[in-house]
């Protein structure tokens, strides 16, 4: 009787999973259609695959230099965030200064403000510093707000992480670089991991802070998307479908590889005894 209801369990999970990747699911079977059979009502489930409409999307110009764009925007701007956060939140957890844990409420309470109440304010501060329209005021801009969010996921993993390990390697010689880097770093690479996907997947589906702080040279792929949508025979449906399909696979793909550090990372940490 355990072994049915369990199976019913699992079951149902798939089912409910499968129901929410559907629309996914639509979306990469429609890449591989020709424009007739996309449209074509009733849908056709069996035809012929063909990989013109990518190939046409990749010798695309315009959105390859977008795709780059994407990519190295948002990798350079969470791996500078990550190893920013890496030293506050080691700071925070170890030297506490007054207010930390009201520190921490500010910094969670900032991923908690809606965009579009902070964009108008960010506009005028890069126009001001002419930082429109360029890399380096988007790679600073997506690192600034990544920051916040990795400090509180790190801090609760080196919370984690008993004070005895530094006293060890300060009291034979070490240095609190060492501590750092040798000691605690090799220890929380879970949430490293969970901090980076965490952000990279904001970063890398932002679409305001681009559309209204970016321009054309520093274009990623959800602006282009969105401002490529219709030709003058109306909604590009193979463009909506190729890009969707170049732009979200890698995401899965990384998520479907780390899901484990996901977990771990939702529960900020894991509590060991001390040694």
Same mark, same amino acid.
């Given at each position: 009787?355990? &072994?049915? !209801? &369990? !199976? ?10 499968? +129901?929410?990747?559907?629309?996914? @699911?639509?979306?990469? %079977? ?7 059979? @996309? @449209? ?24 390859? &230099? ?11 701007? %969470? ?16 030297? &506490? ?5 009201? +520190? ?18 960010? #506009? ?68 490293? %991991? ?44 193979? #463009?909506?479908?190729?890009? !969707? ?31």
């Amino acid at each position: 009787m355990k &072994r049915i !209801a &369990r !199976a019913a369990y699992y079951i149902a999970l798939w089912i409910v999973a499968l +129901i929410f990747f559907a629309p996914v @699911l639509w979306i990469f %079977v429609s890449a591989f259609k020709s424009k007739s059979e @996309l @449209l074509s009502i009733p849908p056709k489930w069996i035809f012929t695959p063909t990989l013109q409409d990518l190939a046409q999307t990749f010798h695309t110009n315009l959105f390859l &230099r977008n795709l780059i764009n994407s990519v190295s925007i948002s990798f350079i701007a %969470v791996v500078i965030a990550i190893v920013v956060s890496f030293l506050a939140a080691y700071s925070f957890s170890r030297y &506490r200064p007054r207010g930390t844990d009201f +520190i921490m409420f500010l910094l969670l309470s900032i991923r908690m403000v809606p965009g579009a109440a902070v964009i108008v304010p960010i #506009y005028l501060m890069y126009v001001a510093f002419g930082w429109t329209d360029s890399y380096v005021g988007m790679t600073l801009f997506y690192t600034m707000f990544s920051i916040p969010f990795s400090v509180w996921i790190l801090k609760g993993f080196i919370d984690g992480v008993s004070v005895r390990f530094d006293e060890t390697v300060l009291v034979s010689g070490g240095s609190r670089f060492q501590v750092m880097f040798r000691v605690i770093l090799p220890q929380i690479k879970p949430g490293l %991991v969970a901090a980076f996907i965490f952000n990279i997947i904001f970063t890398w589906n932002d679409f305001l802070v681009d559309f209204i702080v970016g321009g054309k040279d520093v274009t990623t792929i959800p602006v282009a998307l969105a401002t490529g949508l219709y030709t003058s025979l109306g909604v590009d449906w193979t #463009y909506i479908a190729s890009v !969707a399909l170049v732009y979200t696979l890698p995401l899965i793909v990384i998520v479907f590889f780390f899901q484990k550090y996901l977990l771990v990372g939702m529960t900020f940490g894991t509590v060991r005894g001390e040694v």
